[in-house]
């Protein structure tokens, strides 16, 4: 029989994890989700042909338990399923800034707990998911976690104190990707271009760009460059750029993100 992996929260980021692992080959009646209310358990239901249970019995069937739940919600969901909560399970934690001390504190002593910090592009298969290991954890849990988030995305394995900046980085890293768009959509707009069309030049070259950093390896710099002739128009644009001391802004804002991240967890 296959290993049973629940999803407790079928919010956005539990319910793209459960679609990419069915995209991915997963059965149906190997998965479970969690979800109170009816109409939207029946709505589960019907795309996905998966069983919507309560979190006591997704802790009591699932082998592998994935906790896709706010910060704040994660206290009174381990209070709920430590009662049946194993140790012989795997707990894998996508809530951002909880530790995996905590979520062990909460559970029988010796369940393995992998924590994660995934980001929005999963949603198109495309997320970055940063993994780290729990006191009980070995390279089996993190194998097991890997291949759950590579559903979705790529993962990485890091240390957890290097979470909060993984968190700044890659987590909120797509709101910042985000709001360069706006402002370049705007920009176009204001020089003239139709909404639609600033649009379709700036996610495609925002796609494009992405692309060829990524296929070609090299370092954003020496793109850059290869970008900017001496005395040209990308040259004039990085200038203002420096004189408004963006790159300066976006490392402290980067910042602010890691040191809220810290917030949370100390909350």
Do not use: W
């Not at 430590?82 to 951002?96: D, E, I, N, W, Y």
């Not at 949603?123 to 390279?139: N, P, T």
């Not at 030049?201 to 760009?209: A, E, I, K, N």
């Amino acid at each position: 029989m296959s290993a049973k992996v629940a999803v407790l929260g079928a919010g956005v980021m539990g319910e793209t994890l459960l679609s990419g692992l069915i995209r991915a080959g997963r059965r149906p009646e190997d998965l479970l989700i969690t979800e109170r209310r009816e109409e939207r358990a029946a709505e589960l239901r019907e795309r996905y042909g998966v069983d919507v249970v309560s979190n006591l019995d997704a802790a009591k069937q699932a082998d592998t338990l994935v906790l896709v739940v706010k910060p704040q919600d994660m206290p009174d969901l381990l209070a709920e399923i430590a009662p049946a909560v194993q140790p012989t399970q795997t707990v894998v934690s996508l809530a951002a800034g909880i530790s995996t001390s905590f979520v062990e504190s909460r559970l029988p002593e010796g369940v393995a707990v992998v924590r994660v910090m995934p980001n929005t592009p999963a949603l198109v298969d495309e997320g970055m998911a940063a993994i780290s290991r729990g006191a009980h954890c070995d390279e089996s849990h993190l194998e097991l976690a890997e291949s759950l988030l590579a559903a979705t995305g790529r993962v990485i394995r890091v240390p957890e104190k290097q979470q909060d900046a993984v968190t700044a980085i890659s987590g909120s890293g797509p709101a910042y990707l985000f709001f360069v768009v706006e402002a370049m959509i705007e920009a176009g707009v204001h020089m003239g271009l139709p909404r639609g069309t600033a649009t379709d030049l700036v996610v495609q070259t925002v796609v494009g760009s992405a692309k060829l950093l990524r296929e070609t390896g090299e370092h954003p710099t020496v793109l850059r460059e290869r970008v900017t002739s001496p005395g040209g128009t990308t040259a004039a644009a990085v200038r203002e750029l420096e004189d408004h001391k963006v790159r300066a802004a976006f490392l402290s804002a980067i910042e602010a993100a890691r040191n809220r991240s810290r917030d949370l967890a100390a909350e």
